[in-house]
T-cell receptor
Framework: GNSVTQMEGPVTLSEEAFLTINCTYTATGYPSLFWYVQYPGEGLQLLLKATKADDKGSNKGFEATYRKETTSFHLEKGSVQVSDSAVYFCALSPSSNDYKLSFGAGTTVTVRA | SAVISQKPSRDICQRGTSLTIQCQVDSQVTMMFWYRQQPGQSLTLIATANQGSEATYESGFVIDKFPISRPNLTFSTLTVSNMSPEDSSIYLC???????????FGQGTRLTVV
């Protein structure tokens, strides 16, 4: 079946530091890949997504590239802010029109001023 | 975007009782999904609810424990039956936006069973 393995946290960084959260997946066919974010006290929000190999998703300074050869979708941001403190979830869906999502364990990121 | 309202936002329940969680969407959607997030763990899909048909349950989840209703295209309920402390979790409703671009999530229902 489909599964997502995500770097476990928690991760604590200083402002303006570089952030990477590793995510690898196991899936058949052509899954779509997502990063969701959960800010303190808020619901899950889509951060970015990619629907095919070599696609790069980007939003709010975050980027992730769909690497089929390494089955990875690592999240990166070059300079984090305190407001980026949140829990980040990597997820996949079996295809671009199927939103039954498989989630990774989640990574708690804390950015200190 | 879809706006999802879940009720209740939290509850503390006695073991052996049942709780029904409501999910209301501000637009018509074909598919609605129910997830569980146990303490310190990730989200796990419980079932998919389509209007006019029985819900489809994932491995490890059964209708007797988690009955689901989907009376129309904007509303669904999930019942957690005969609760035990192991059912203490956050339960989330999710919908796709019908344009195959994004899934939206409710704020979740934080359930504590004592």
């Amino acid at each position: 079946g489909n599964s997502v393995t995500q770097m476990e946290g928690p991760v604590t960084l200083s402002e303006e530091a570089f952030l990477t959260i590793n995510c690898t997946y196991t899936a058949t066919g052509y899954p779509s890949l997502f990063w969701y974010v959960q800010y303190p006290g808020e619901g899950l929000q889509l951060l970015l997504k990619a629907t095919k190999a070599d696609d790069k998703g980007s939003n709010k300074g975050f980027e992730a590239t769909y690497r089929k050869e390494t089955t990875s979708f690592h999240l990166e941001k070059g300079s984090v802010q305190v407001s980026d403190s949140a829990v980040y979830f990597c997820a996949l869906s079996p295809s671009s029109n199927d939103y039954k999502l498989s989630f990774g364990a989640g990574t708690t990121v804390t950015v200190r001023a | 975007s879809a706006v999802i309202s879940q009720k209740p936002s939290r509850d503390i329940c006695q073991r052996g009782t049942s709780l029904t969680i409501q999910c209301q969407v501000d637009s018509q959607v074909t598919m609605m999904f129910w997830y569980r997030q146990q303490p310190g763990q990730s989200l796990t899909l419980i079932a998919t609810a389509n209007q006019g048909s029985e819900a489809t349950y994932e491995s490890g989840f059964v209708i007797d424990k988690f009955p689901i209703s989907r009376p129309n295209l904007t509303f669904s309920t999930l019942t957690v039956s005969n609760m035990s402390p192991e059912d203490s979790s956050i339960y989330l409703c999710s919908v796709d936006n019908g344009r195959n671009t994004e899934a939206f999530f409710g704020q979740g229902t934080r359930l504590t069973v004592v």
